[in-house]
């Protein structure tokens, strides 16, 4: 275990800023998929059963939680070149508001949110090229939240 997580040290392992450029290539996109889902696959490979179970049950409420962010920051966006009524819209305000300390709970940033909102949102616009680096981008996410999400069950256990 030590010898994966040291592995942790190696940062171009995971996405950077210049990974989110349109300018990357998809190739290299690629290979740092690969690479993250080998290492991962090893590191929840040496999961014990209560920690799968619980590492399962979290990234299924996690789940639920990011499906319903996304939908309400949908209406947000929505709502924004469509005003109908200030009340509804201010109520929507405060729903992400305590949605996003939700999220914050499960040890992730707002950064992540909004980098996990955008490839959610170019998957249903833009190109064929935006939507495969889009997806190649939120399956490198997808890994990284769930080891944010087993490093936490781990904190909280140990």
Not at 54 to 68: G, M, W
Not at 152 to 158: E, N
Request: aromatic residues 8%.
């Amino acid at each position: 275990m030590a010898a994966l997580l040291s592995n942790l040290d190696n940062d171009s392992m995971f996405l950077e800023e210049h990974d989110l450029q349109t300018s990357t290539e998809i190739d290299a996109l690629e290979a740092k998929y690969q690479e993250i889902e080998a290492f991962t696959r090893l590191l929840f490979a040496d999961m014990n059963e209560v920690e799968r179970t619980r590492h399962e049950t979290i990234k299924r409420r996690f789940e639920e939680l990011k499906v319903t962010l996304f939908k309400n920051s949908d209406h947000l966006l929505s709502q924004a070149k469509h005003p109908d009524s200030g009340s509804a819209q201010k109520a929507l305000r405060e729903a992400q508001l305590n949605m996003m300390f939700d999220w914050e709970q499960f040890g992730l940033t707002e950064d992540m949110f909004f980098k996990l909102y955008q490839c959610h949102r170019n998957q249903l616009i833009g190109d064929a090229d935006l939507k495969m680096r889009a997806a190649l981008i939120e399956q490198i996410l997808a890994i990284e939240t769930n080891l944010t999400l087993l490093f936490k069950i781990r904190q909280l256990t140990s």
